[in-house]
Nanobody
Framework: QVQLVESGGGLVQAGGSLRLSCAASGRSNSYAMGWFRQSPGQERDFVAA????????RYADSVKDRFTISRDNAMGTMYLEMNGLKPEDTAVYYC????????????????WGKGTPVTVSS
């Protein structure tokens, strides 16, 4: 029903920046969208989410004031601008679509991309 494709990951040094993109197709306008991240052997954690219908945005405490989530005017692509990257930000970043608010609760019903890896060296 919803297809999500992430891009923009890579290897950066601590303090650097990356911009992730998520291209959405299908019935994506029926859902809020957001970003999660997961390291090997770890849980998939919430990063940021956006609900364009009511202009709501929320972030995990660990990325507040460093990451910015946005969508383009057509709402076909979602972005995550990551600044001041830290080694602990290293993870595979996943795009998600689902009911607001996005989080661990209800995550099994979300649509997911395949992820884009981000590695931050110290």
């Amino acid at each position: 029903q919803v297809q999500l494709v992430e891009s923009g990951g890579g290897l950066v040094q601590a303090g650097g920046s990356l911009r992730l993109s998520c291209a959405a197709s299908g019935r994506s306008n029926s859902y809020a969208m957001g970003w999660f991240r997961q390291s090997p052997g770890q849980e998939r954690d919430f990063v940021a989410a956006i609900n364009w219908r009511v202009s709501q945005i929320r972030y995990a405490d660990s990325v507040k004031d460093r990451f910015t989530i946005s969508r383009d005017n057509a709402m076909g692509t979602m972005y995550l601008e990551m600044n001041g990257l830290k080694p602990e930000d290293t993870a595979v970043y996943y795009c998600a679509a689902g009911p607001w608010p996005l989080g661990k609760i209800g995550s099994r019903q979300y649509f997911w991309g395949k992820g884009t890896p981000v590695t931050v060296s110290s």
